[in-house]
């Protein structure tokens, strides 16, 4: 087994989590060779530029493996894959925006190298539509009401890290490794401390709880020209 995983907590309320991993299982005694990976989103406010940028290249990176039609089918499966995968059963919502998740894939095209070819490029591939999105926003103000809002969404991720992911309850990862990729602070507020000032972002949750289509429509021209630009 062999495994790349990065996950990147912005300290500003404005910029998203980004998360990324690539992965390759072999069992030799089986005949058995696989790979699994993808990147996604978790934002605290939701700006539906970065989010179209952002599956927007996941899309064309599909593209330039399979070609455009098989590409988009390849996105599309992933990502309707990642939206299924990072779900929060116990809150009726989304972990954040997706991106594309596969696993155990044995083959593209019926050749193990495509598959490979592919795991390779989402690797390559994490921080292309990440960092404009981060020059977009880094240096935007944060006020208390936006830095709360933060941490309690934080508590989210770290809720499905704890209680769905895939390593966790197959008890395949200890509780310390799982801990590594938790965000550095975090809030759970309950009665009283639940009435201070918050400056939620209802749009994020609307499409938290009801996943959208961010790569295709009349947007993907601007979709290539921002990532282009920047």
Request: aromatic share 14%; glycine share 10%; hydrophobic share 40%.
């Amino acid at each position: 087994a062999c495994a790349l995983s990065l996950v990147f907590h912005s300290r500003s309320p404005h910029v998203p989590t980004l998360r990324g991993d690539v992965r390759l299982f072999e069992l030799p005694e089986r005949g058995e060779l696989w790979f699994g990976g993808g990147a996604d989103l978790t934002p605290f406010y939701l700006d539906e530029a970065d989010a179209q940028s952002f599956h927007g290249f996941w899309r064309r990176l599909c593209g330039r493996v399979l070609g455009p039609d098989e590409g988009d089918a390849l996105y599309a499966r992933c990502k309707r894959t990642c939206d299924e995968y990072f779900w929060i059963p116990a809150r009726r919502e989304h972990r954040g925006l997706g991106g594309i998740f596969f696993d155990q894939m044995r083959e593209l095209r019926g050749e193990v190298e495509t598959a490979e070819y592919f795991a390779r490029e989402v690797a390559a591939g994490f921080l292309t539509p990440y960092l404009p999105i981060v020059r977009r926003h880094w240096a935007q103000p944060v006020g208390g009401a936006e830095r709360r809002w933060q941490l309690l969404r934080r508590g989210r991720y770290l809720e499905f890290n704890l209680l769905y992911d895939r390593g966790v309850r197959f008890g395949l990862a200890q509780l310390d490794k799982v801990m590594v990729s938790a965000p550095p602070l975090i809030a759970w507020e309950y009665g009283p401390a639940a009435s201070q000032p918050v400056r939620e972002d209802e749009a994020l949750l609307e499409v938290l709880r009801e996943p959208r289509e961010w790569a295709f429509g009349a947007m993907d021209g601007e979709i290539v020209e921002f990532l282009e630009d920047d």
